[in-house]
């Protein structure tokens, strides 16, 4: 930051406070400062201290006492056990899942959330019974929360209580009982955001009687009750503990010459970081094990690298009011170690925003004078193309602003071939001859519940 990007009236950076002020540190004590971070964090070095308490047993009480309704993990929905990072056990359900989107996936990575929903039908996973992908759901607004300060935790709350509503009486219109389909978060921002509101929600009773009154005008309450899940599962969760039955099943490209590099969301496992999945098989259990785990499972190459620990530069208020910083940083601090330092193939992720900063900005760097390109894409996408879906129809890598031709050549795949065919499939739709990865008669809703 220059000095002419603080206000001479010592109010900090434009939309960000006055606690945000030059620190006038000399080039070599700023590279201090970052060794510092590269020391300290480099392995996970947080001191755990006591036993925390888990947010899931006060919410058993509430149930007991009659507050709310736990919408519960149960044998049919064949959940498989992880760890967390205090070593608690958290129950990942791998079937009857409730699709909960992302406006940033949909809008700007969509072969993000098709690349999953075409490995789910290809595991032979049936719509309307196995998952249900409706359209009676809402954004989550965090973005709006985080990025401008405008929503308040019980704007976050209504919400969070709204959808969640609607994953357990999502089944109704198919003749199901409450709680059939249970929620999977799609975007690392909602998930984060979910986390952080359930444990207010559980902790305040103000908050949960004011947010009764909110949900009972929705018609959003079960005998009176609010609704509240069990778990806040991720959709790379999915991904992380169905990895071996994907390579298994579906893998048809061999991936082992690729160099892959992962970057965990922050939101996923830096907020409400007790809730994150470790597993000593992955990276000896000293980052979350998701995303990384898939890679592994496909046979790539996991290339570790300095600034694993990073944001991606997203940071909401940067990406708004200070979209240089986010620049830059996304370029300094990631994209160019990732090529420099680990000589990688691929970025993965497993955040809609994550994604989109590094995927979107790499064109600033270019321009000055910075050509590091890298593929950047979600761990879902990468192992659907291992698993030989099709670039640009399911994986829809043209929507992407880095370049991903030369990891699909190296991977066996011809992009001409494949780019080929697909303007040849849009002639088909053109004409009227459509293909669905999912019935569009499941995807509307109108139950409710009272």
Not at 373 to 383: E, G, T
Request: glycine share 8%.
């Amino acid at each position: 930051m220059t000095t002419e990007q603080f206000p001479s009236d010592g109010s900090g950076i434009a939309g960000h406070g006055a606690f945000f002020q030059p620190t006038n540190l000399s080039p070599a004590d700023a590279e201090k400062a970052t060794e510092w971070v590269k020391k300290h964090v480099d392995r996970r070095t947080l001191d755990l201290g006591g036993r925390m308490d888990d947010v899931r047993e006060h919410m058993w009480e509430l149930e007991k006492e009659g507050e709310i309704i736990v919408h519960r993990v149960t044998d049919a929905h064949q959940p498989a056990i992880v760890k967390t990072l205090f070593g608690w056990d958290k129950k990942i359900p791998t079937r009857q899942l409730w699709h909960h989107k992302s406006c940033g996936q949909c809008g700007n990575i969509p072969g993000y959330p098709t690349s999953l929903l075409w490995t789910m039908n290809n595991l032979g996973f049936v719509p309307g019974k196995d998952y249900l992908d409706e359209t009676d759901q809402t954004s989550c607004t965090a973005w709006n929360y985080h990025g401008s300060g405008i929503g308040n935790v019980e704007s976050l709350a209504a919400v969070f209580l709204r959808n969640f509503h609607q994953s357990y009486v999502s089944g109704k219109k198919l003749g199901l009982a409450d709680g059939h389909f249970f929620p999977l978060v799609h975007c690392g921002t909602s998930f984060g955001n979910y986390k952080e509101i359930r444990k207010y929600l559980i902790e305040s009773p103000q908050l949960r009687e004011r947010v009764k009154k909110i949900l009972a005008k929705l018609g959003r309450l079960v005998d009176g009750k609010l609704v509240i899940p069990e778990e806040i599962v991720h959709y790379s969760e999915w991904v992380h503990v169905m990895r071996n039955e994907i390579a298994t099943k579906l893998q048809k490209i061999d991936v082992s010459n690729i160099r892959v590099t992962f970057h965990p969301a922050c939101h996923y496992y830096k907020m409400v970081h007790e809730d994150a999945i470790y597993d000593p098989t992955v990276l000896d259990g000293n980052r979350t094990a998701v995303g990384t785990s898939v890679a592994q499972a496909l046979g790539a190459q996991v290339i570790d690298y300095s600034t694993w620990y990073d944001c991606c530069g997203f940071g909401f208020r940067h990406i708004i009011s200070e979209r240089e910083f986010t620049r830059s940083f996304t370029m300094e601090r990631k994209i160019k170690v990732a090529v420099v330092e680990a000589k990688a193939d691929v970025m993965m992720g497993n955040d809609t925003g994550c994604i989109t900063t590094m995927d979107k900005n790499q064109w600033i760097g270019k321009a000055h004078g910075q050509n590091y390109q890298l593929p950047i894409m979600a761990d879902i996408q990468f192992a659907a193309l291992a698993c030989g879906a099709d670039p640009f129809k399911i994986v829809q890598l043209q929507w992407h602003a880095s370049p991903c031709e030369e990891l699909v050549e190296k991977m066996g795949v011809s992009w001409t071939e494949s780019k080929r065919n697909f303007e040849a499939y849009l002639q088909e739709v053109k004409a009227g001859k459509i293909e669905y990865l999912y019935n569009p008669e499941l995807a509307n809703s109108t139950a409710r519940a009272a």
